[in-house]
């Protein structure tokens, strides 16, 4: 495929041939140009496409390229050889719907932003949902660099449209202790307007401050809310819920919920410590209890009051690490009550345990 540049130099070396009188054939310097794009992929999320692929760093000579100028995305309706042979330019411009080219300041922000010249682009695509709209596309992708050279145009990627739900309403999200509750309504129409919504189930994502969405589950969620028990108190999070078309195998997701921002905070203190045991010996109290479950457990106070009185004094100024204690302060002869409380690392404190009571033996060593 001969090349415009390639057609232009040639027309020069005809007339400065002729004018020097030089003969045989002129040794065209090997290709500057961009090498095609590749990886191109095409999917659907609800009225948009999403195009994915990795810019080229080299010329098709080997050398490194100086840089991109402009991307351009052509669109076309139907008919390329998807997974053959790239189309030529003289095809695309003849079946060509429209091109989108992505200008210099949106490609040098997007550099910004990964830092990465070649890192995979993602460029969303609005569809006409409209009835009379195509329902297959295809897409290709050139790239120019900054001396107007063009690349060959990629291997098109190809998407059968379908009908896609609207996205889903977005609900609450819900701190509990062990879990966040992701809440949401679903959509009344789909995107081209058809009542009711084709939904097959909802795909939840979470976005924690860096890098992509996580998409936290699995299979899609046949309810409206879902439980993330995969969190951390204190961090910042940001959840969104796509519908999935109804009849797919979970490929084709409309857009995203509007945002649900939470910052989980540890409000929730652990449950009262259970089975205490309480023993007199001579001149002490020993205590036992059987140890929390909690994940967040930093550790327990111990509590003690004269029997008949109203209020307990707590036991020693930090917190028992154990689930043990010995008190040596006890006076011989009057009768104590004991409790225990659990702390977490969030300082939120139990409830006291069930009480024990004893009368301590023999003199205070």
Request: hydrophobic share 40%.
């Amino acid at each position: 495929m001969a090349r415009p540049y390639s057609k232009l130099l040639l027309g020069l070396w005809v007339l400065t041939g002729l004018a020097c009188g030089r003969r045989g054939p002129l040794e065209l310097p090997p290709g500057r140009e961009p090498m095609a794009v590749e990886g191109l992929t095409a999917s659907q999320r609800g009225g948009s496409v999403i195009l994915e692929w990795a810019n080229p760093v080299k010329a098709v000579s080997g050398h490194p390229l100086a840089g991109l100028e402009t991307i351009e995305v052509w669109v076309f309706d139907r008919g390329l050889p998807v997974g053959g042979r790239p189309p030529g330019p003289a095809e695309v411009e003849k079946q060509a719907r429209r091109a989108r080219r992505i200008s210099k300041e949106e490609f040098e922000q997007f550099r910004k932003n990964t830092g990465d010249e070649a890192a995979v682009m993602a460029f969303a695509f609005g569809l006409d949902t409209g009835s009379a709209a195509p329902k297959s596309l295809a897409f290709s992708v050139r790239v120019l660099d900054r001396k107007k050279r063009a690349s060959d145009f990629s291997t098109p990627a190809s998407l059968h449209i379908r009908v896609c739900p609207n996205p889903p309403q977005a609900g609450e999200a819900r701190v509990f202790p062990d879990f966040i509750e992701v809440r949401w309504a679903p959509p009344e129409a789909n995107v081209d307007g058809s009542r009711p919504a084709s939904v097959g189930g909802y795909a939840v994502y979470r976005y924690d401050g860096d890098g992509p969405q996580r998409k936290l589950t699995l299979l899609p969620a046949d309810r409206f809310s879902f439980e993330d028990r995969d969190f951390e108190f204190g961090k910042a999070y940001i959840y969104s819920v796509r519908a999935v078309a109804a009849g797919t195998d979970g490929a084709v997701e409309s857009g995203d919920s509007g945002a649900l921002k939470t910052v989980p905070r540890d409000v929730f203190p652990p449950a009262a410590p259970a089975g205490l045991a309480v023993l007199a010996g001579e001149g002490l109290v020993s205590l036992s209890w059987r140890p929390a479950t909690d994940r967040d457990l930093d550790g327990y106070r111990v509590w003690r009051k004269e029997a008949g009185s109203a209020a307990f004094v707590r036991l020693g100024p930090g917190l028992v690490r154990e689930n043990t204690f010995t008190d040596r302060t006890a006076e011989k002869s009057i009768s104590y009550v004991y409790a225990v409380s659990a702390v977490d690392l969030s300082a939120n404190e139990s409830p006291k345990s069930e009480s024990g009571t004893v009368v301590v033996k023999g003199a205070r060593p």
